[in-house]
Each structure stands twice: as structure tokens, then as C-alpha cells.
């Protein structure tokens, strides 16, 4: 049976049942999703478009339950990975993941023979993991810049369409890798990145495939993605380029005495080259509590970019590879094969030593939480695509939601992404939901929050200069001390709506490592800092981080 002929309870609307005082009951999803099996799991019915709050002052957003996924996982069908797909999904399932993308590496051995066997892979894979909602999708190498996870729904064309993308306008097979201001192919090379996103997007409004995500990864890892090339990618298609990682994988990089004296979460460990954007500091080449520094910086990328009022969603995931401290390697290639030949290295086999990673499994350290009102791949997507998204390390949170109300309403009020319209100076309240961890995570450790950061900011509309990177007026207006708290309790934070239209966005950690901010201590006292080269224990310092709420003022 086809996507498109299932019954129309595959992917049914939630009933009262399903939801709980916090708002949806995630359990109750997966219950269903169990008792319909494998059928129900790949859901059909389209989802309701999440984001519209209409045109009336306030909002009422529905209810949601959030499920984990990480967009970013490898196999044996990259040329740089090792895992088979057997062993990542169980070790999601194990970690508690709901969804993940296999996002292979482009090349000519994954275009040629690769992602036909991939996708074979895939179909098996999700018939013995009906739990699991496993998406096909490629690691683009986006011409003239960095790296992005590209994936679709479920369907007929899903290989089809992003093998066609691979061989049209991935920057490494063309050659289109070149975006250094002395390059003289640069304009050209990153014309094509912006005439691929626009090429996904007539794929989806033509029907070819249901749905496809573009996401950004390790955006400041090399400093090759301008802030004028992330603004021309987003606006070339909205609806298809909807963020970037916040936080890159590789969080195990800099654990004491493993890879080595320079060592840095999430492998940031390089320098400006002649193919950095020269606008960003020396500063930006590192991570701040495992976050890249676009995201970590208040009043930084993220936030001039959000300040243009257009949402921008940022994840984290574990851009599995090769997982710390694991003991399983390559296996040989047989005489004549390679990667070129085959799209596929040999399955790997256990030594019993430690190998070379930076890596963790998918869910064991960072989980990107996705609001959904329906159980089903669709509803994952439009789901990111609103924005409905709040991402954690180490396992910090057990759940979180957000709510922002006009005080003279009685709705559910707009949450994660959403869109609140309310008069000048009217008050308004942030409802933060908080259910802290219940059990310890894979370290044996029970994370403890200690603090919540509100953080607000102006919304002046779009910029003049397209490669700015600072949001002046957004700065943390308020911290709320959580230590000691437990189970599930809700903060009731105050705002007034001024003159002008803004947003807020919400951070946390254990409170273990935190300092002035970037941009100084008057705009963030106490935010993520790095860490000594080679000493970055990432489970010593752990983050929770929250999509914004944009909030429209009109006339009194």
C-alpha cells in the first residue's frame, strides 16, 4: 500500500484523549503509532498549517506533542562514516528518538550508485522500526559555502528527486566550491546555491514530492556562509530554507584526553582562511556551550536576522560518524571496490579497542523536539517549518512549553514560531512550561536547570546592509533562577508591548559554565562561553534553547 492510499486514520487528528496538562501527550501519539504499526507511522492526511494565527489581535495555537528527532545522521553510504543503518536506528529507538534523516555526503559513488541502495535501506528500515519515522536525505554541499541537510517526504520520487539535485547543484560534483572575494567564479557559485533552493522549491509546489527541508549545518565552522549568503538562501525560498543548526554535532570533540590538546566541541577548530567571510572575529570560529556562535551570541546572527521579523528555526543534532569511545571500525574493501564503484563502504567490524570519534549516537546528547498536532512525517515537517522547535543537551529537560497570551484572553495563546498581534502598551504574559529530567542521561548523571533567560528583541524589518550580523536592541531582560526545582511547574513572566513590534526567545542551562556574553555583560551576564581548548566536557555543560515568538504590535 502507497503512501497516498492510506486509510484516512493513518495519520488521524488528536482527540481530547491524547492531551495532558502540559499540552499533548507524546506517549499518546506513539501508543497509536504502535497500535496502526508501520501504516499509521508513515501518516497521510495533510497536516493543518501550523503558523497561521489569523488576522484578530491574540492567537490560539492548538495544542502539541513534541517528538525528538536529529536531521543529521551517516552511514556506510557516506564515504567518511561507518555505521549501518541497522545500528543507528537502534541506537535512536535506544535514546529515545521519534525521528531522524540519513543525510549522506554528495559524490559521484552516492549519485551513481549510493542513494538507490540507500534507499532500499530505508524501506527496510522503517518496516522493522514502525515506531521510527526515518527520512531519506543528502548532505549538500551547498556552491560557494558550507554544508546542508536536504530531505523530503516519504513518496514515489523521494531518491529521484534528491539524486536530480545532487547531480544539478551540489557545489563539490560541479566543482562550484569556490566563494572567496579573490575566486573569480564566487558570483556564479553562489547564484547556483540560490537557484537550487529555488529549483527544491518548484518540486514541491508542482507535487513531485509532498514536502522539502533545507537546513544549514555547523554554519561557522569554516566561516564560509555570509551572513548575506544565509539571508539570500532563506529568501529564495522560505517555506524550503528554514533555518540552521544551531548547535553543531561533534559534541564529543574536546572530552579530556581523548583527541588531543586543541580540541574543540564540535570540531570548530579552524581558522579564518581565504574562504571566510572576513566580516566575522576570530571569536566566531568557536563553539559557546557547544552552540555555534551565531546562535550563542545574543544580539548576534541569529538574532539580526530574527530582528528582521522572519523566523529562522535553529536545530541540533549529532552529525553521527564515528561515536566516542565505540570499539567498531571499517571493515576491508574487497579487491577492485571502492567507494567511486560501489556508493557504499564495507559494513564494519567490532576490535574490542576504542576507535577514533568525536561523535555521539543520535538522541544520546542533542535532540531537537518538534511540535506536532498529528503522529506522521508530514507533521514533522510542518512542524519544523513553523518553527515549533526547542532543542537540548544532555538530556537537561524532560519537556517544555511555551505559551504567549494578551492578559484579557482565554485561549491557548501562541506558542514556539507563532505570531501574536496586540495593542501598543497592551500587557501580555510568557507562560513557561518546565518539566525537568526525571532519570539520568547516558553519562549517569540527572541534569538539574538552574536558570531561564527570556530574551527579546526588536523587529525593525529588513535590513539595508544584508551582511549584518548584530541586532543592537536584543539583549536577556530577564532571569529566572530554577535551581533546585523539580517535576513540572509553570513561570509566569510579565511583558508590556511597546511602541514596536518584537520577539522573545528562551535559553537555559545546569548553570555550570556561563559568563558575559559575547557582545558584553550589560546585553548577556551570564551566557555560554568557550571552553579551554581540549577540556570541554560536554555533560559538565548543558543547554536548552527555544525558537522566538514574534510578537506584532499594531495602533492603539
Not at 5 to 33: F, H
Not at 109 to 131: F, V
Request: proline letters at 5%; charged letters at 20%.
Amino acid at each position: 500500500m502507497t503512501e497516498q492510499q492510506l486509510p484516512s486514520w493513518a495519520d488521524p487528528a488528536v482527540s481530547p484523549a491524547d492531551l495532558d496538562a502540559q499540552g499533548m501527550s507524546r506517549r499518546g501519539l506513539l501508543r497509536r503509532a504502535g497500535l496502526f504499526g508501520a501504516a499509521f507511522a508513515l501518516g497521510s492526511a495533510a497536516t493543518p498549517a501550523l503558523a497561521s494565527t489569523g488576522r484578530g489581535l491574540g492567537g490560539d495555537d492548538p495544542r502539541l506533542a513534541y517528538l525528538v528527532g536529529d536531521h543529521h545522521v551517516h552511514s556506510v553510504y557516506s564515504h567518511d562514516a561507518k555505521y549501518t543503518f541497522s545500528q543507528q536506528a537502534q541506537a535512536a529507538a535506544k535514546y529515545g528518538l521519534d525521528w531522524m534523516v540519513f543525510n549522506e555526503h554528495s559524490n559521484f559513488g552516492h549519485a551513481s550508485y549510493g542513494a538507490k541502495l540507500e534507499h532500499a535501506e530505508i524501506l527496510k528500515a522503517r518496516r522493522e522500526n514502525p515506531r521510527q519515522l526515518i527520512f531519506q536525505g543528502l548532505e549538500w554541499y551547498i556552491p560557494a559555502a558550507e554544508h546542508a541537510t536536504v530531505f523530503a517526504a516519504p513518496g514515489r520520487h523521494e531518491t529521484d528527486l534528491l539524486t536530480r539535485f545532487e547531480l544539478a547543484y551540489d557545489g563539490k560534483l560541479l566543482g562550484y566550491d569556490k566563494g572567496g572575494v579573490a575566486d573569480a567564479d564566487t558570483a556564479r557559485n553562489q547564484a547556483h546555491a540560490v537557484k537550487a533552493i529555488k529549483w527544491l522549491a518548484e518540486q514541491r509546489r508542482t507535487g513531485y514530492v509532498d514536502d522539502i527541508l533545507v537546513l544549514a549545518n555547523h554554519p561557522l565552522r569554516l566561516g564560509i556562509d555570509s551572513p548575506y549568503e544565509i539571508r539570500d538562501w532563506r529568501d529564495a525560498a522560505p517555506e524550503i530554507m528554514i533555518g540552521m543548526e544551531g548547535a553543531p554535532g561533534a559534541q564529543g570533540a574536546a572530552i579530556p584526553g581523548w583527541r588531543g590538546a586543541t580540541s574543540i566541541r564540535g570540531e570548530y577548530e579552524n581558522k579564518p582562511s581565504a574562504q571566510s567571510w572576513a566580516g566575522y572575529p576570530a571569536d566566531a570560529y568557536l563553539t559557546y556551550g557547544g552552540f555555534d556562535w551565531a546562535t550563542a551570541t545574543v544580539g548576534g546572527l541569529w538574532d539580526a536576522m530574527l530582528s528582521e521579523g522572519r523566523l529562522f528555526t535553529i536545530t541540533t543534532n549529532s552529525d553521527n560518524h564515528r561515536t566516542v569511545f565505540d570499539t567498531w571500525k571499517n571493515g576491508d574493501w574487497l579487491p577492485g571496490q571502492n567507494f567511486d564503484n560501489t556508493g557504499k563502504l564495507p559494513d564494519p567490524v567490532n576490535t574490542d579497542t576504542p576507535q577514533p570519534g568525536s561523535d555521539f549516537w543520535p538522541g544520546e546528547f542533542s535532540r531537537t523536539h518538534v511540535g506536532v498536532t498529528r503522529y506522521g512525517y508530514r507533521a514533522v515537517m510542518a512542524g519544523l517549518r513553523a518553527g515549533r522547535v526547542w532543542l537540548d543537551h544532555g538530556h537537561l529537560l524532560d519537556g517544555l512549553d511555551v505559551r504567549l497570551k494578551r492578559d484579557c484572553d482565554h485561549g491557548n495563546g501562541v506558542t514556539l514560531g507563532g505570531r501574536l498581534r496586540v495593542r501598543k502598551g497592551e500587557r501580555i504574559t510568557l507562560n513557561v512550561t518546565v518539566t525537568t529530567a526525571s532519570r539520568v542521561n547516558a553519562q549517569g548523571i540527572l541534569p538539574q536547570l538552574a536558570h531561564v533567560d527570556v530574551i527579546r528583541g526588536a523587529v525593525r524589518g529588513r535590513v539595508g546592509d544584508r551582511d549584518t550580523w548584530q541586532a543592537p536592541d536584543t539583549r536577556v531582560v530577564q532571569t529566572k533562577d530554577v535551581s533546585g526545582r523539580k517535576g513540572t511547574y509553570t513561570l509566569r513572566i510579565p511583558l508590556t508591548a511597546g511602541d514596536e513590534s518584537f520577539y522573545v526567545r528562551l535559553r537555559g542551562s545546569d548553570g555550570k559554565r556561563n559568563g558575559a556574553g559575547y557582545l558584553g555583560a550589560s546585553i548577556d551576564p551570564h551566557g555560554p562561553v568557550p571552553h579551554e581548548p581540549g577540556n570541554g566536557d560536554p555533560w559538565a555543560d548543558t543547554w536548552f534553547y527555544s525558537n522566538p515568538i514574534f510578537v506584532d504590535v499594531v495602533g492603539s
